[in-house]
């Protein structure tokens, strides 16, 4: 794989407990409260489902969706003048690329980060996943794989029909001027991500899970399998130790909890509910927060205990026990999980070999520390959050 650059000009239950759950959905984290996000309790981090699968195997490609890519003949130079990439003979012009950057702001909230270092990094990351992009079309249109633009029009028009039940298409195109973007910028995300979800199905379509496989997993995975200890709690979260002392003190004389919260908390997504939190586990929370509310009895408050966003307090008000499952109880979900991890295995594999074997080049400024390594997998906070169905900007 050739790799020579060449100067460009310019630049309730949250956590499941079985192997095999619901895929999340996306939310916006609150800023105030003792989750491990910042706000409340973590969104849970949940086994794959079906769904899932595909939208994690995605999410390696989607720096690279929605680039168009124009065919031409090798020169000399490569990727030549103006360009940002060339693989397989496609390339991928300068401002094809900085567009894209453009589009990852405005359909996924992810911007470019400002630290040198870390520019380059994202700016090699994101040329990477448009290479692997033009190869996936390639394997597409090789398949015969394309997707009917009658069925991306359709995708697009039940996502309008659930995501505005009252504005409709009306509230959709006012949201997409908000964000800088177009509605083909968003039918050609529905495309890519249809079309690759055909090429991982074809792709992975062999994989299996036999029963000697799903008890060894179950014998190595009996810790993370339990029901784990679930609590339901209460918080309020303040600026000073002093204020959260003064806080606690009320609570322990003549007034309720839920009073004080609802008086004095900083965090509004649980202020008016008397900061009810609910039942979690201790994985969901903060690790400095859930230490102090599953050390505490039945019954008890907590605290002062400081997190990044305040000094909170907290009072523990039931308690169910954690309780280990039987092969049985999920022996289904289980297969699920090890047939989804081993199409992502295999789907990563898969990338890995293309982008190895692609005769590919970078200009300078664009080049990924590894050209020829498999996509890492790209996360919420690096180059692109995790998809469900859609891009976010459109929600």
């Known amino acids: 794989m050739a790799d020579d650059t060449e100067e460009e000009p310019g630049d309730g239950e949250r956590r499941d407990t079985g192997p095999a759950a ?24 949940r086994g794959p489902s079906k769904l899932a699968v595909v939208a994690v195997a995605l999410v390696a490609l989607l720096a690279g969706a929605g680039t168009a890519v124009a065919l031409s003949n090798r020169g000399s130079g490569c990727p030549g003048k103006g360009n940002a990439l060339k ?7 300068g401002p094809e690329f900085a567009r894209r950057i453009e589009l990852l702001r405005a359909l996924y909230d992810v911007r470019p980060p400002t630290d040198e270092a870390k520019l380059a990094a994202f700016r090699g990351d994101a040329a990477k996943g448009m290479a692997v992009a033009v190869l996936v079309s390639q394997d597409v249109a090789e398949r015969n794989l394309q997707v009917a633009d009658k069925t991306v029009r359709d995708g ?10 009252e504005g409709g298409r009306t509230q959709f195109i ?13 039918l050609g995300e529905f495309r890519r991500l249809l079309e690759t979800r055909s090429l991982f199905q074809a792709v992975t379509a062999d994989v299996t899970v036999s029963d000697e496989q ?16 679930r609590r339901k709690l209460r918080h309020l979260v303040v600026k000073t130790e002093d204020e959260a002392k003064r806080a606690l003190t009320r609570i322990n004389g003549p007034e309720t909890f839920e009073t004080v919260a ?8 649980t202020k008016d509910q008397g900061g009810e939190l609910g039942a979690v586990t201790r994985a969901q929370l903060d690790p400095a927060f859930g230490t102090a509310a599953f050390e505490a009895a039945e019954g ?3 605290g002062p205990v400081q997190t990044r966003n305040g000094w909170h307090v907290g009072v523990v008000e039931d308690v169910t026990s954690g309780r280990p499952v039987t092969l049985e109880e999920v022996r289904d979900s289980l297969r699920e999980t090890l047939v989804a991890e081993g199409r992502l295995a295999k789907w990563r594999g898969y990338l890995g070999d293309r982008i190895e074997d692609a005769d590919a080049c ?13 996509p890492a997998d790209i996360t919420p906070g690096t180059l692109t959050p995790s998809p469900d169905t859609t891009p976010p900007s459109t929600r």
């Not at 697009?156 to 039940?165: E, G, K, N, S, T």
């Not at 006012?174 to 968003?186: C, I, P, R, T, W």
């Open 87 to 93: 693989v397989e003979g496609a390339t991928v012009s």
């Open 262 to 269: 609802k008086a004095i908390s900083l965090d509004t997504s």
């Open 174 to 186: 006012q949201a997409l001027g908000n964000y800088g973007v177009s509605e083909d910028d968003v």
């Open 156 to 165: 697009l028009d039940r996502f309008i029909a659930q995501r505005y039940p």
């Open 362 to 374: 970078y200009a300078k400024g664009n080049r990924p520390a590894d050209p020829k390594a498999a």
């Open 214 to 229: 799903v008890g060894q997993a179950f014998n190595q995975r009996k810790e993370q399998l339990a029901v784990p200890e």
């Open 22 to 45: 619901a895929e999340p959905d996306a939310a916006e984290p609150d800023t105030t409260g003792p989750g491990a996000s910042g706000g409340r309790p973590a969104e849970p981090e």
């Open 300 to 302: 008890a408050t907590f």
